[in-house]
Nanobody, 117 residues
Framework: QVQLVESGGGLVQPGESLRLSCAASGSMFMLNAMGWYRQALGKQRELVATITTGGSTNYADSVKGRVTISRDGAKNTVYLQMNSLKPEDTAVYYC???????????WGQGTQVAVSS
């Protein structure tokens, strides 16, 4: 069993920054990637960014250039640095951990990010 605990959400003004953290505990055997998704009110959950254990990253077009995902393998922690935040970034942000064998995704409980003036 794997547990994911997110932190770092909050209320910020447009243009400000936030850093989200996700700490994973449990067996990381066969971990392939970790990442962040978000879900705004009334919308479907969408990809924000992912990072593989090898360090390859993938970003949604809507956040490219503003968001950086990174990981600390020793701490089993993934970070999401978000700069130049916009009101449309307002959502609940979920951390995920993808395993290969057996194929399964674990999810955190989510952390709220609100961008408003």
């Amino acid at each position: 069993q794997v547990q994911l605990v997110e932190s770092g959400g909050g209320l910020v003004q447009p243009g400000e920054s936030l850093r989200l953290s996700c700490a994973a505990s449990g067996s990381m055997f066969m971990l392939n990637a970790m990442g962040w998704y978000r879900q705004a009110l009334g919308k479907q959950r969408e990809l924000v960014a992912t990072i593989t254990t090898g360090g390859s990253t993938n970003y949604a077009d809507s956040v490219k250039g503003r968001v950086t995902i990174s990981r600390d393998g020793a701490k089993n922690t993934v970070y999401l640095q978000m700069n130049s935040l916009k009101p449309e970034d307002t959502a609940v942000y979920y951390c995920t951990a993808e395993f290969l064998t057996p194929p399964y995704n674990y999810w955190g409980q989510g952390t709220q990010v609100a961008v408003s003036s």
